[in-house]
């Protein structure tokens, strides 16, 4: 069956004949689960996490209904053939399947380490009140570190799920790829860490639509806050640039005793070496790890493969 649902996502995939579309569709796939699973929090009732559901109505969730809502493809194809599934799974599942054929080579086949067994909520009130925001790494930290007890290098890792697909203004406020281009926003792999470093970055807008834009005015390159916030102190606030110049003062890093300093030296260990190589495996590595965390958090009694009952 989960060699099927794989076969499904490739086939919705290939059915789409815009390539930034095709982006959208794949970065929805992780976007739709992480969004599921980050409203964990251990100290409230309901704790939720990974239940197969989300708040469609909460601007926070804007922009999934095109990846998950009555008549989708995937749902559709989750009615007609996988609905002894949890719901929860099944978005696993897909997730896994677009990680898998966007990574270079195929690499990254995650069907190893997938388990099974999640059960769905009937309703989650209060989901995408849970959901960071983009201000900056607090949240990030709020939620990954505090809440599901990850460390830095996990999210850090799962950060770099950025590099498929782009945000849409309509639904965050922010509009662009973290990608150089809409082709290579269909391509899993470390290019968001090596845009990170290697693009002078400056702050662009304000309030809830503030971002970062690279290279001449209009083009479509974003960084958000919680992106840059990874390997660079803006926590002051102060207008700066990622590498600096003469319009601009650069923008401060860490200082060595900062606990924010493991998430620079984790975007380091992502990039797999100088820039320019070819090395995907520590990013990998770090983002099974990091995504077989995220989609378990909070849940017992999770099953791998092999006592599935074909």
Same mark, same amino acid.
């Not at 769905?120 to 959901?131: E, K």
């Given at each position: 069956?989960?060699?099927a649902?794989?076969? /499904?996502?490739?086939?919705i995939?290939?059915?789409?004949? +815009?390539?930034?579309?095709?982006?959208? %569709?794949?970065?929805?796939?992780? =976007?739709?689960?992480?969004?599921?699973?980050?409203?964990?929090?251990?100290?409230?009732?309901? =704790?939720?996490?990974?239940?197969?559901?989300?708040?469609?109505?909460?601007?926070?969730?804007?922009?999934?209904?095109?990846?998950?809502? *009555?008549?989708?493809?995937?749902?559709?194809?989750? /009615?007609?053939?996988? *609905?002894?599934?949890?719901?929860? +799974?099944?978005?696993?599942?897909?997730?896994?399947?677009?990680?898998?054929?966007?990574?270079?080579?195929?690499?990254?086949?995650?069907? /190893?380490? %997938?388990r099974?067994?999640?059960?769905?909520?009937? $309703?989650?009130?209060?989901?995408?009140?849970?959901?960071?925001?983009? =201000?900056?790494? $607090?949240?990030t930290?709020?939620?990954?570190?505090?809440?599901?007890?990850?460390?830095?290098?996990?999210?850090?890792?799962?950060?770099?799920?950025?590099?498929?697909?782009h @945000?849409?203004?309509?639904? $965050?406020?922010?509009?662009?790829?973290?990608?150089?281009?809409?082709?290579?926003?269909?391509?899993?792999?470390?290019?968001?860490?090596?845009?990170? %470093?290697?693009?002078?970055? =400056?702050?662009?807008?304000?309030?809830? !639509?503030?971002?970062?834009?690279?290279?001449?005015?209009?083009?479509?390159?974003?960084?958000?806050?919680? +992106?840059?916030?990874?390997?660079?102190?803006?926590? $002051? @606030?102060?207008?700066?640039? !990622?590498?600096?110049?003469?319009?601009?003062?650069?923008?401060?890093?860490?200082?060595?005793?900062?606990?924010?300093?493991?998430?620079?030296?984790?975007v380091?260990?992502?990039?797999?070496?100088?820039?320019?190589?070819?090395?995907?495996?520590?990013?990998?590595? *770090?983002?099974?790890?990091?995504?077989?965390k995220?989609?378990?958090?909070?849940?017992?009694?999770?099953?791998?493969?092999?006592? #599935?009952? #074909?």
């Open positions: 069956m989960y060699n649902i794989d076969a /499904d996502v490739m086939r995939k290939n059915n789409i004949s +815009d390539i930034k579309q095709r982006g959208s %569709f794949l970065g929805g796939l992780l =976007r739709l689960v992480a969004h599921d699973a980050m409203d964990f929090d251990p100290n409230r009732t309901p =704790r939720m996490g990974a239940d197969g559901c989300y708040d469609p109505n909460h601007p926070n969730n804007a922009g999934l209904e095109n990846v998950w809502s *009555s008549g989708s493809a995937l749902m559709q194809v989750y /009615d007609q053939k996988y *609905s002894q599934l949890s719901i929860a +799974d099944f978005w696993v599942a897909c997730a896994n399947a677009a990680i898998r054929q966007s990574s270079i080579g195929q690499q990254l086949d995650m069907k /190893d380490s %997938f099974w067994g999640r059960k769905d909520a009937v $309703s989650c009130n209060g989901q995408g009140n849970r959901l960071p925001s983009t =201000r900056g790494c $607090s949240q930290e709020d939620v990954f570190l505090n809440r599901m007890g990850m460390t830095w290098e996990d999210a850090v890792a799962l950060m770099g799920g950025h590099t498929l697909g @945000g849409n203004r309509d639904n $965050s406020g922010h509009h662009g790829t973290w990608a150089p281009n809409n082709s290579e926003a269909t391509v899993f792999d470390k290019k968001y860490y090596e845009q990170l %470093f290697m693009n002078n970055w =400056r702050v662009s807008g304000f309030g809830n !639509t503030q971002d970062w834009r690279t290279g001449n005015p209009g083009n479509d390159r974003m960084m958000l806050n919680t +992106d840059i916030c990874l390997a660079y102190n803006i926590d $002051s @606030g102060f207008a700066c640039c !990622t590498t600096g110049n003469f319009q601009c003062r650069q923008c401060p890093r860490y200082t060595s005793n900062s606990p924010r300093k493991a998430a620079e030296r984790a380091l260990k992502m990039l797999g070496g100088v820039p320019g190589n070819t090395n995907n495996d520590p990013f990998y590595e *770090s983002f099974e790890r990091a995504w077989n995220m989609t378990s958090v909070g849940q017992s009694d999770l099953m791998p493969l092999s006592t #599935e009952c #074909e």
